[in-house]
T-cell receptor, first 115, second 114 residues
Framework: GESVGLHLPTLSVQEGDNSIINCAYSNSASDYFIWYKQESGKGPQFIIDIRSNMDKRQGQRVTVLLNKTVKHLSLQIAATQPGDSAVYFCAEKGAGGTSYGKLTFGQGTILTVHP | DADVTQTPRNRITKTGKRIMLECSQTKGHDRMYWYRQDPGLGLRLIYYSFDVKDINKGEISDGYSVSRQAQAKFSLSLESAIPNQTALYFC?????????????FGPGTRLTVL
């Protein structure tokens, strides 16, 4: 999972496998948690979000799980493809006060999919 | 055409120089953001603007200033660049917070300060 530091966590999988990327967040008051994908040489791209009052949300080939008890977020990618190779960031959106509407990003996880 | 554009895409400058990075968007969004990305540190918010008359400091605003010239334009300035401002800079836009969590990012500006 993601943690403070200079070396990004990495995950290597074979094409067709399922991938699970983890993230620990810090702010219990965040109202949304969001996953972004960043391909080499590009800006981050939104994948999926989940509201803080939910514990699971599914999209196309992706599922996000939220465990508020342990402040843990995960992104599951089904049938991973080479095009899924990228850096994945979790982000939390502030619900109020000075954090309202702002995103705080995690460190990122590098996913490499081998053909 | 790209919805969020940034100029320049790459810039090499010297310590003490003034630098401006520009961002334009055609999405019609009110909210715009500037982030910097450093290896292993993710994206950190520098400044953000929720409408033309609104400017707010982010997590790491020291050494930077911004100008929101119009709804579609948000520029970031380094008044006196220093080497530790060498980074990848991203502009982003979004719709109103209550309805849309998606931020749309530009392609980035790679800045090197020698």
């Amino acid at each position: 999972g993601e943690s403070v530091g200079l070396h990004l966590p990495t995950l290597s999988v074979q094409e067709g496998d399922n991938s699970i990327i983890n993230c620990a967040y810090s702010n219990s008051a965040s109202d949304y948690f969001i996953w972004y994908k960043q391909e080499s040489g590009k800006g981050p791209q939104f994948i999926i979000d989940i509201r803080s009052n939910m514990d699971k949300r599914q999209g196309q080939r992706v599922t996000v799980l939220l465990n508020k008890t342990v402040k843990h977020l995960s992104l599951q990618i089904a049938a991973t493809q080479p095009g899924d190779s990228a850096v994945y960031f979790c982000a939390e959106k502030g619900a109020g006060g000075t954090s309202y509407g702002k995103l705080t990003f995690g460190q990122g996880t590098i996913l490499t999919v081998h053909p | 055409d790209a919805d969020v554009t940034q100029t320049p895409r790459n810039r090499i400058t010297k310590t003490g120089k003034r630098i401006m990075l520009e961002c334009s968007q055609t999405k019609g969004h009110d909210r715009m953001y500037w982030y910097r990305q450093d290896p292993g540190l993710g994206l950190r918010l520098i400044y953000y603007s929720f409408d033309v008359k609104d400017i707010n400091k982010g997590e790491i605003s020291d050494g930077y200033s911004v100008s929101r010239q119009a709804q579609a334009k948000f520029s970031l300035s380094l008044e006196s660049a220093i080497p530790n401002q060498t980074a990848l800079y991203f502009c982003a836009t979004s719709g109103p917070s209550g309805s849309n969590n998606e931020q749309f990012f530009g392609p980035g500006t790679r800045l090197t300060v020698l």
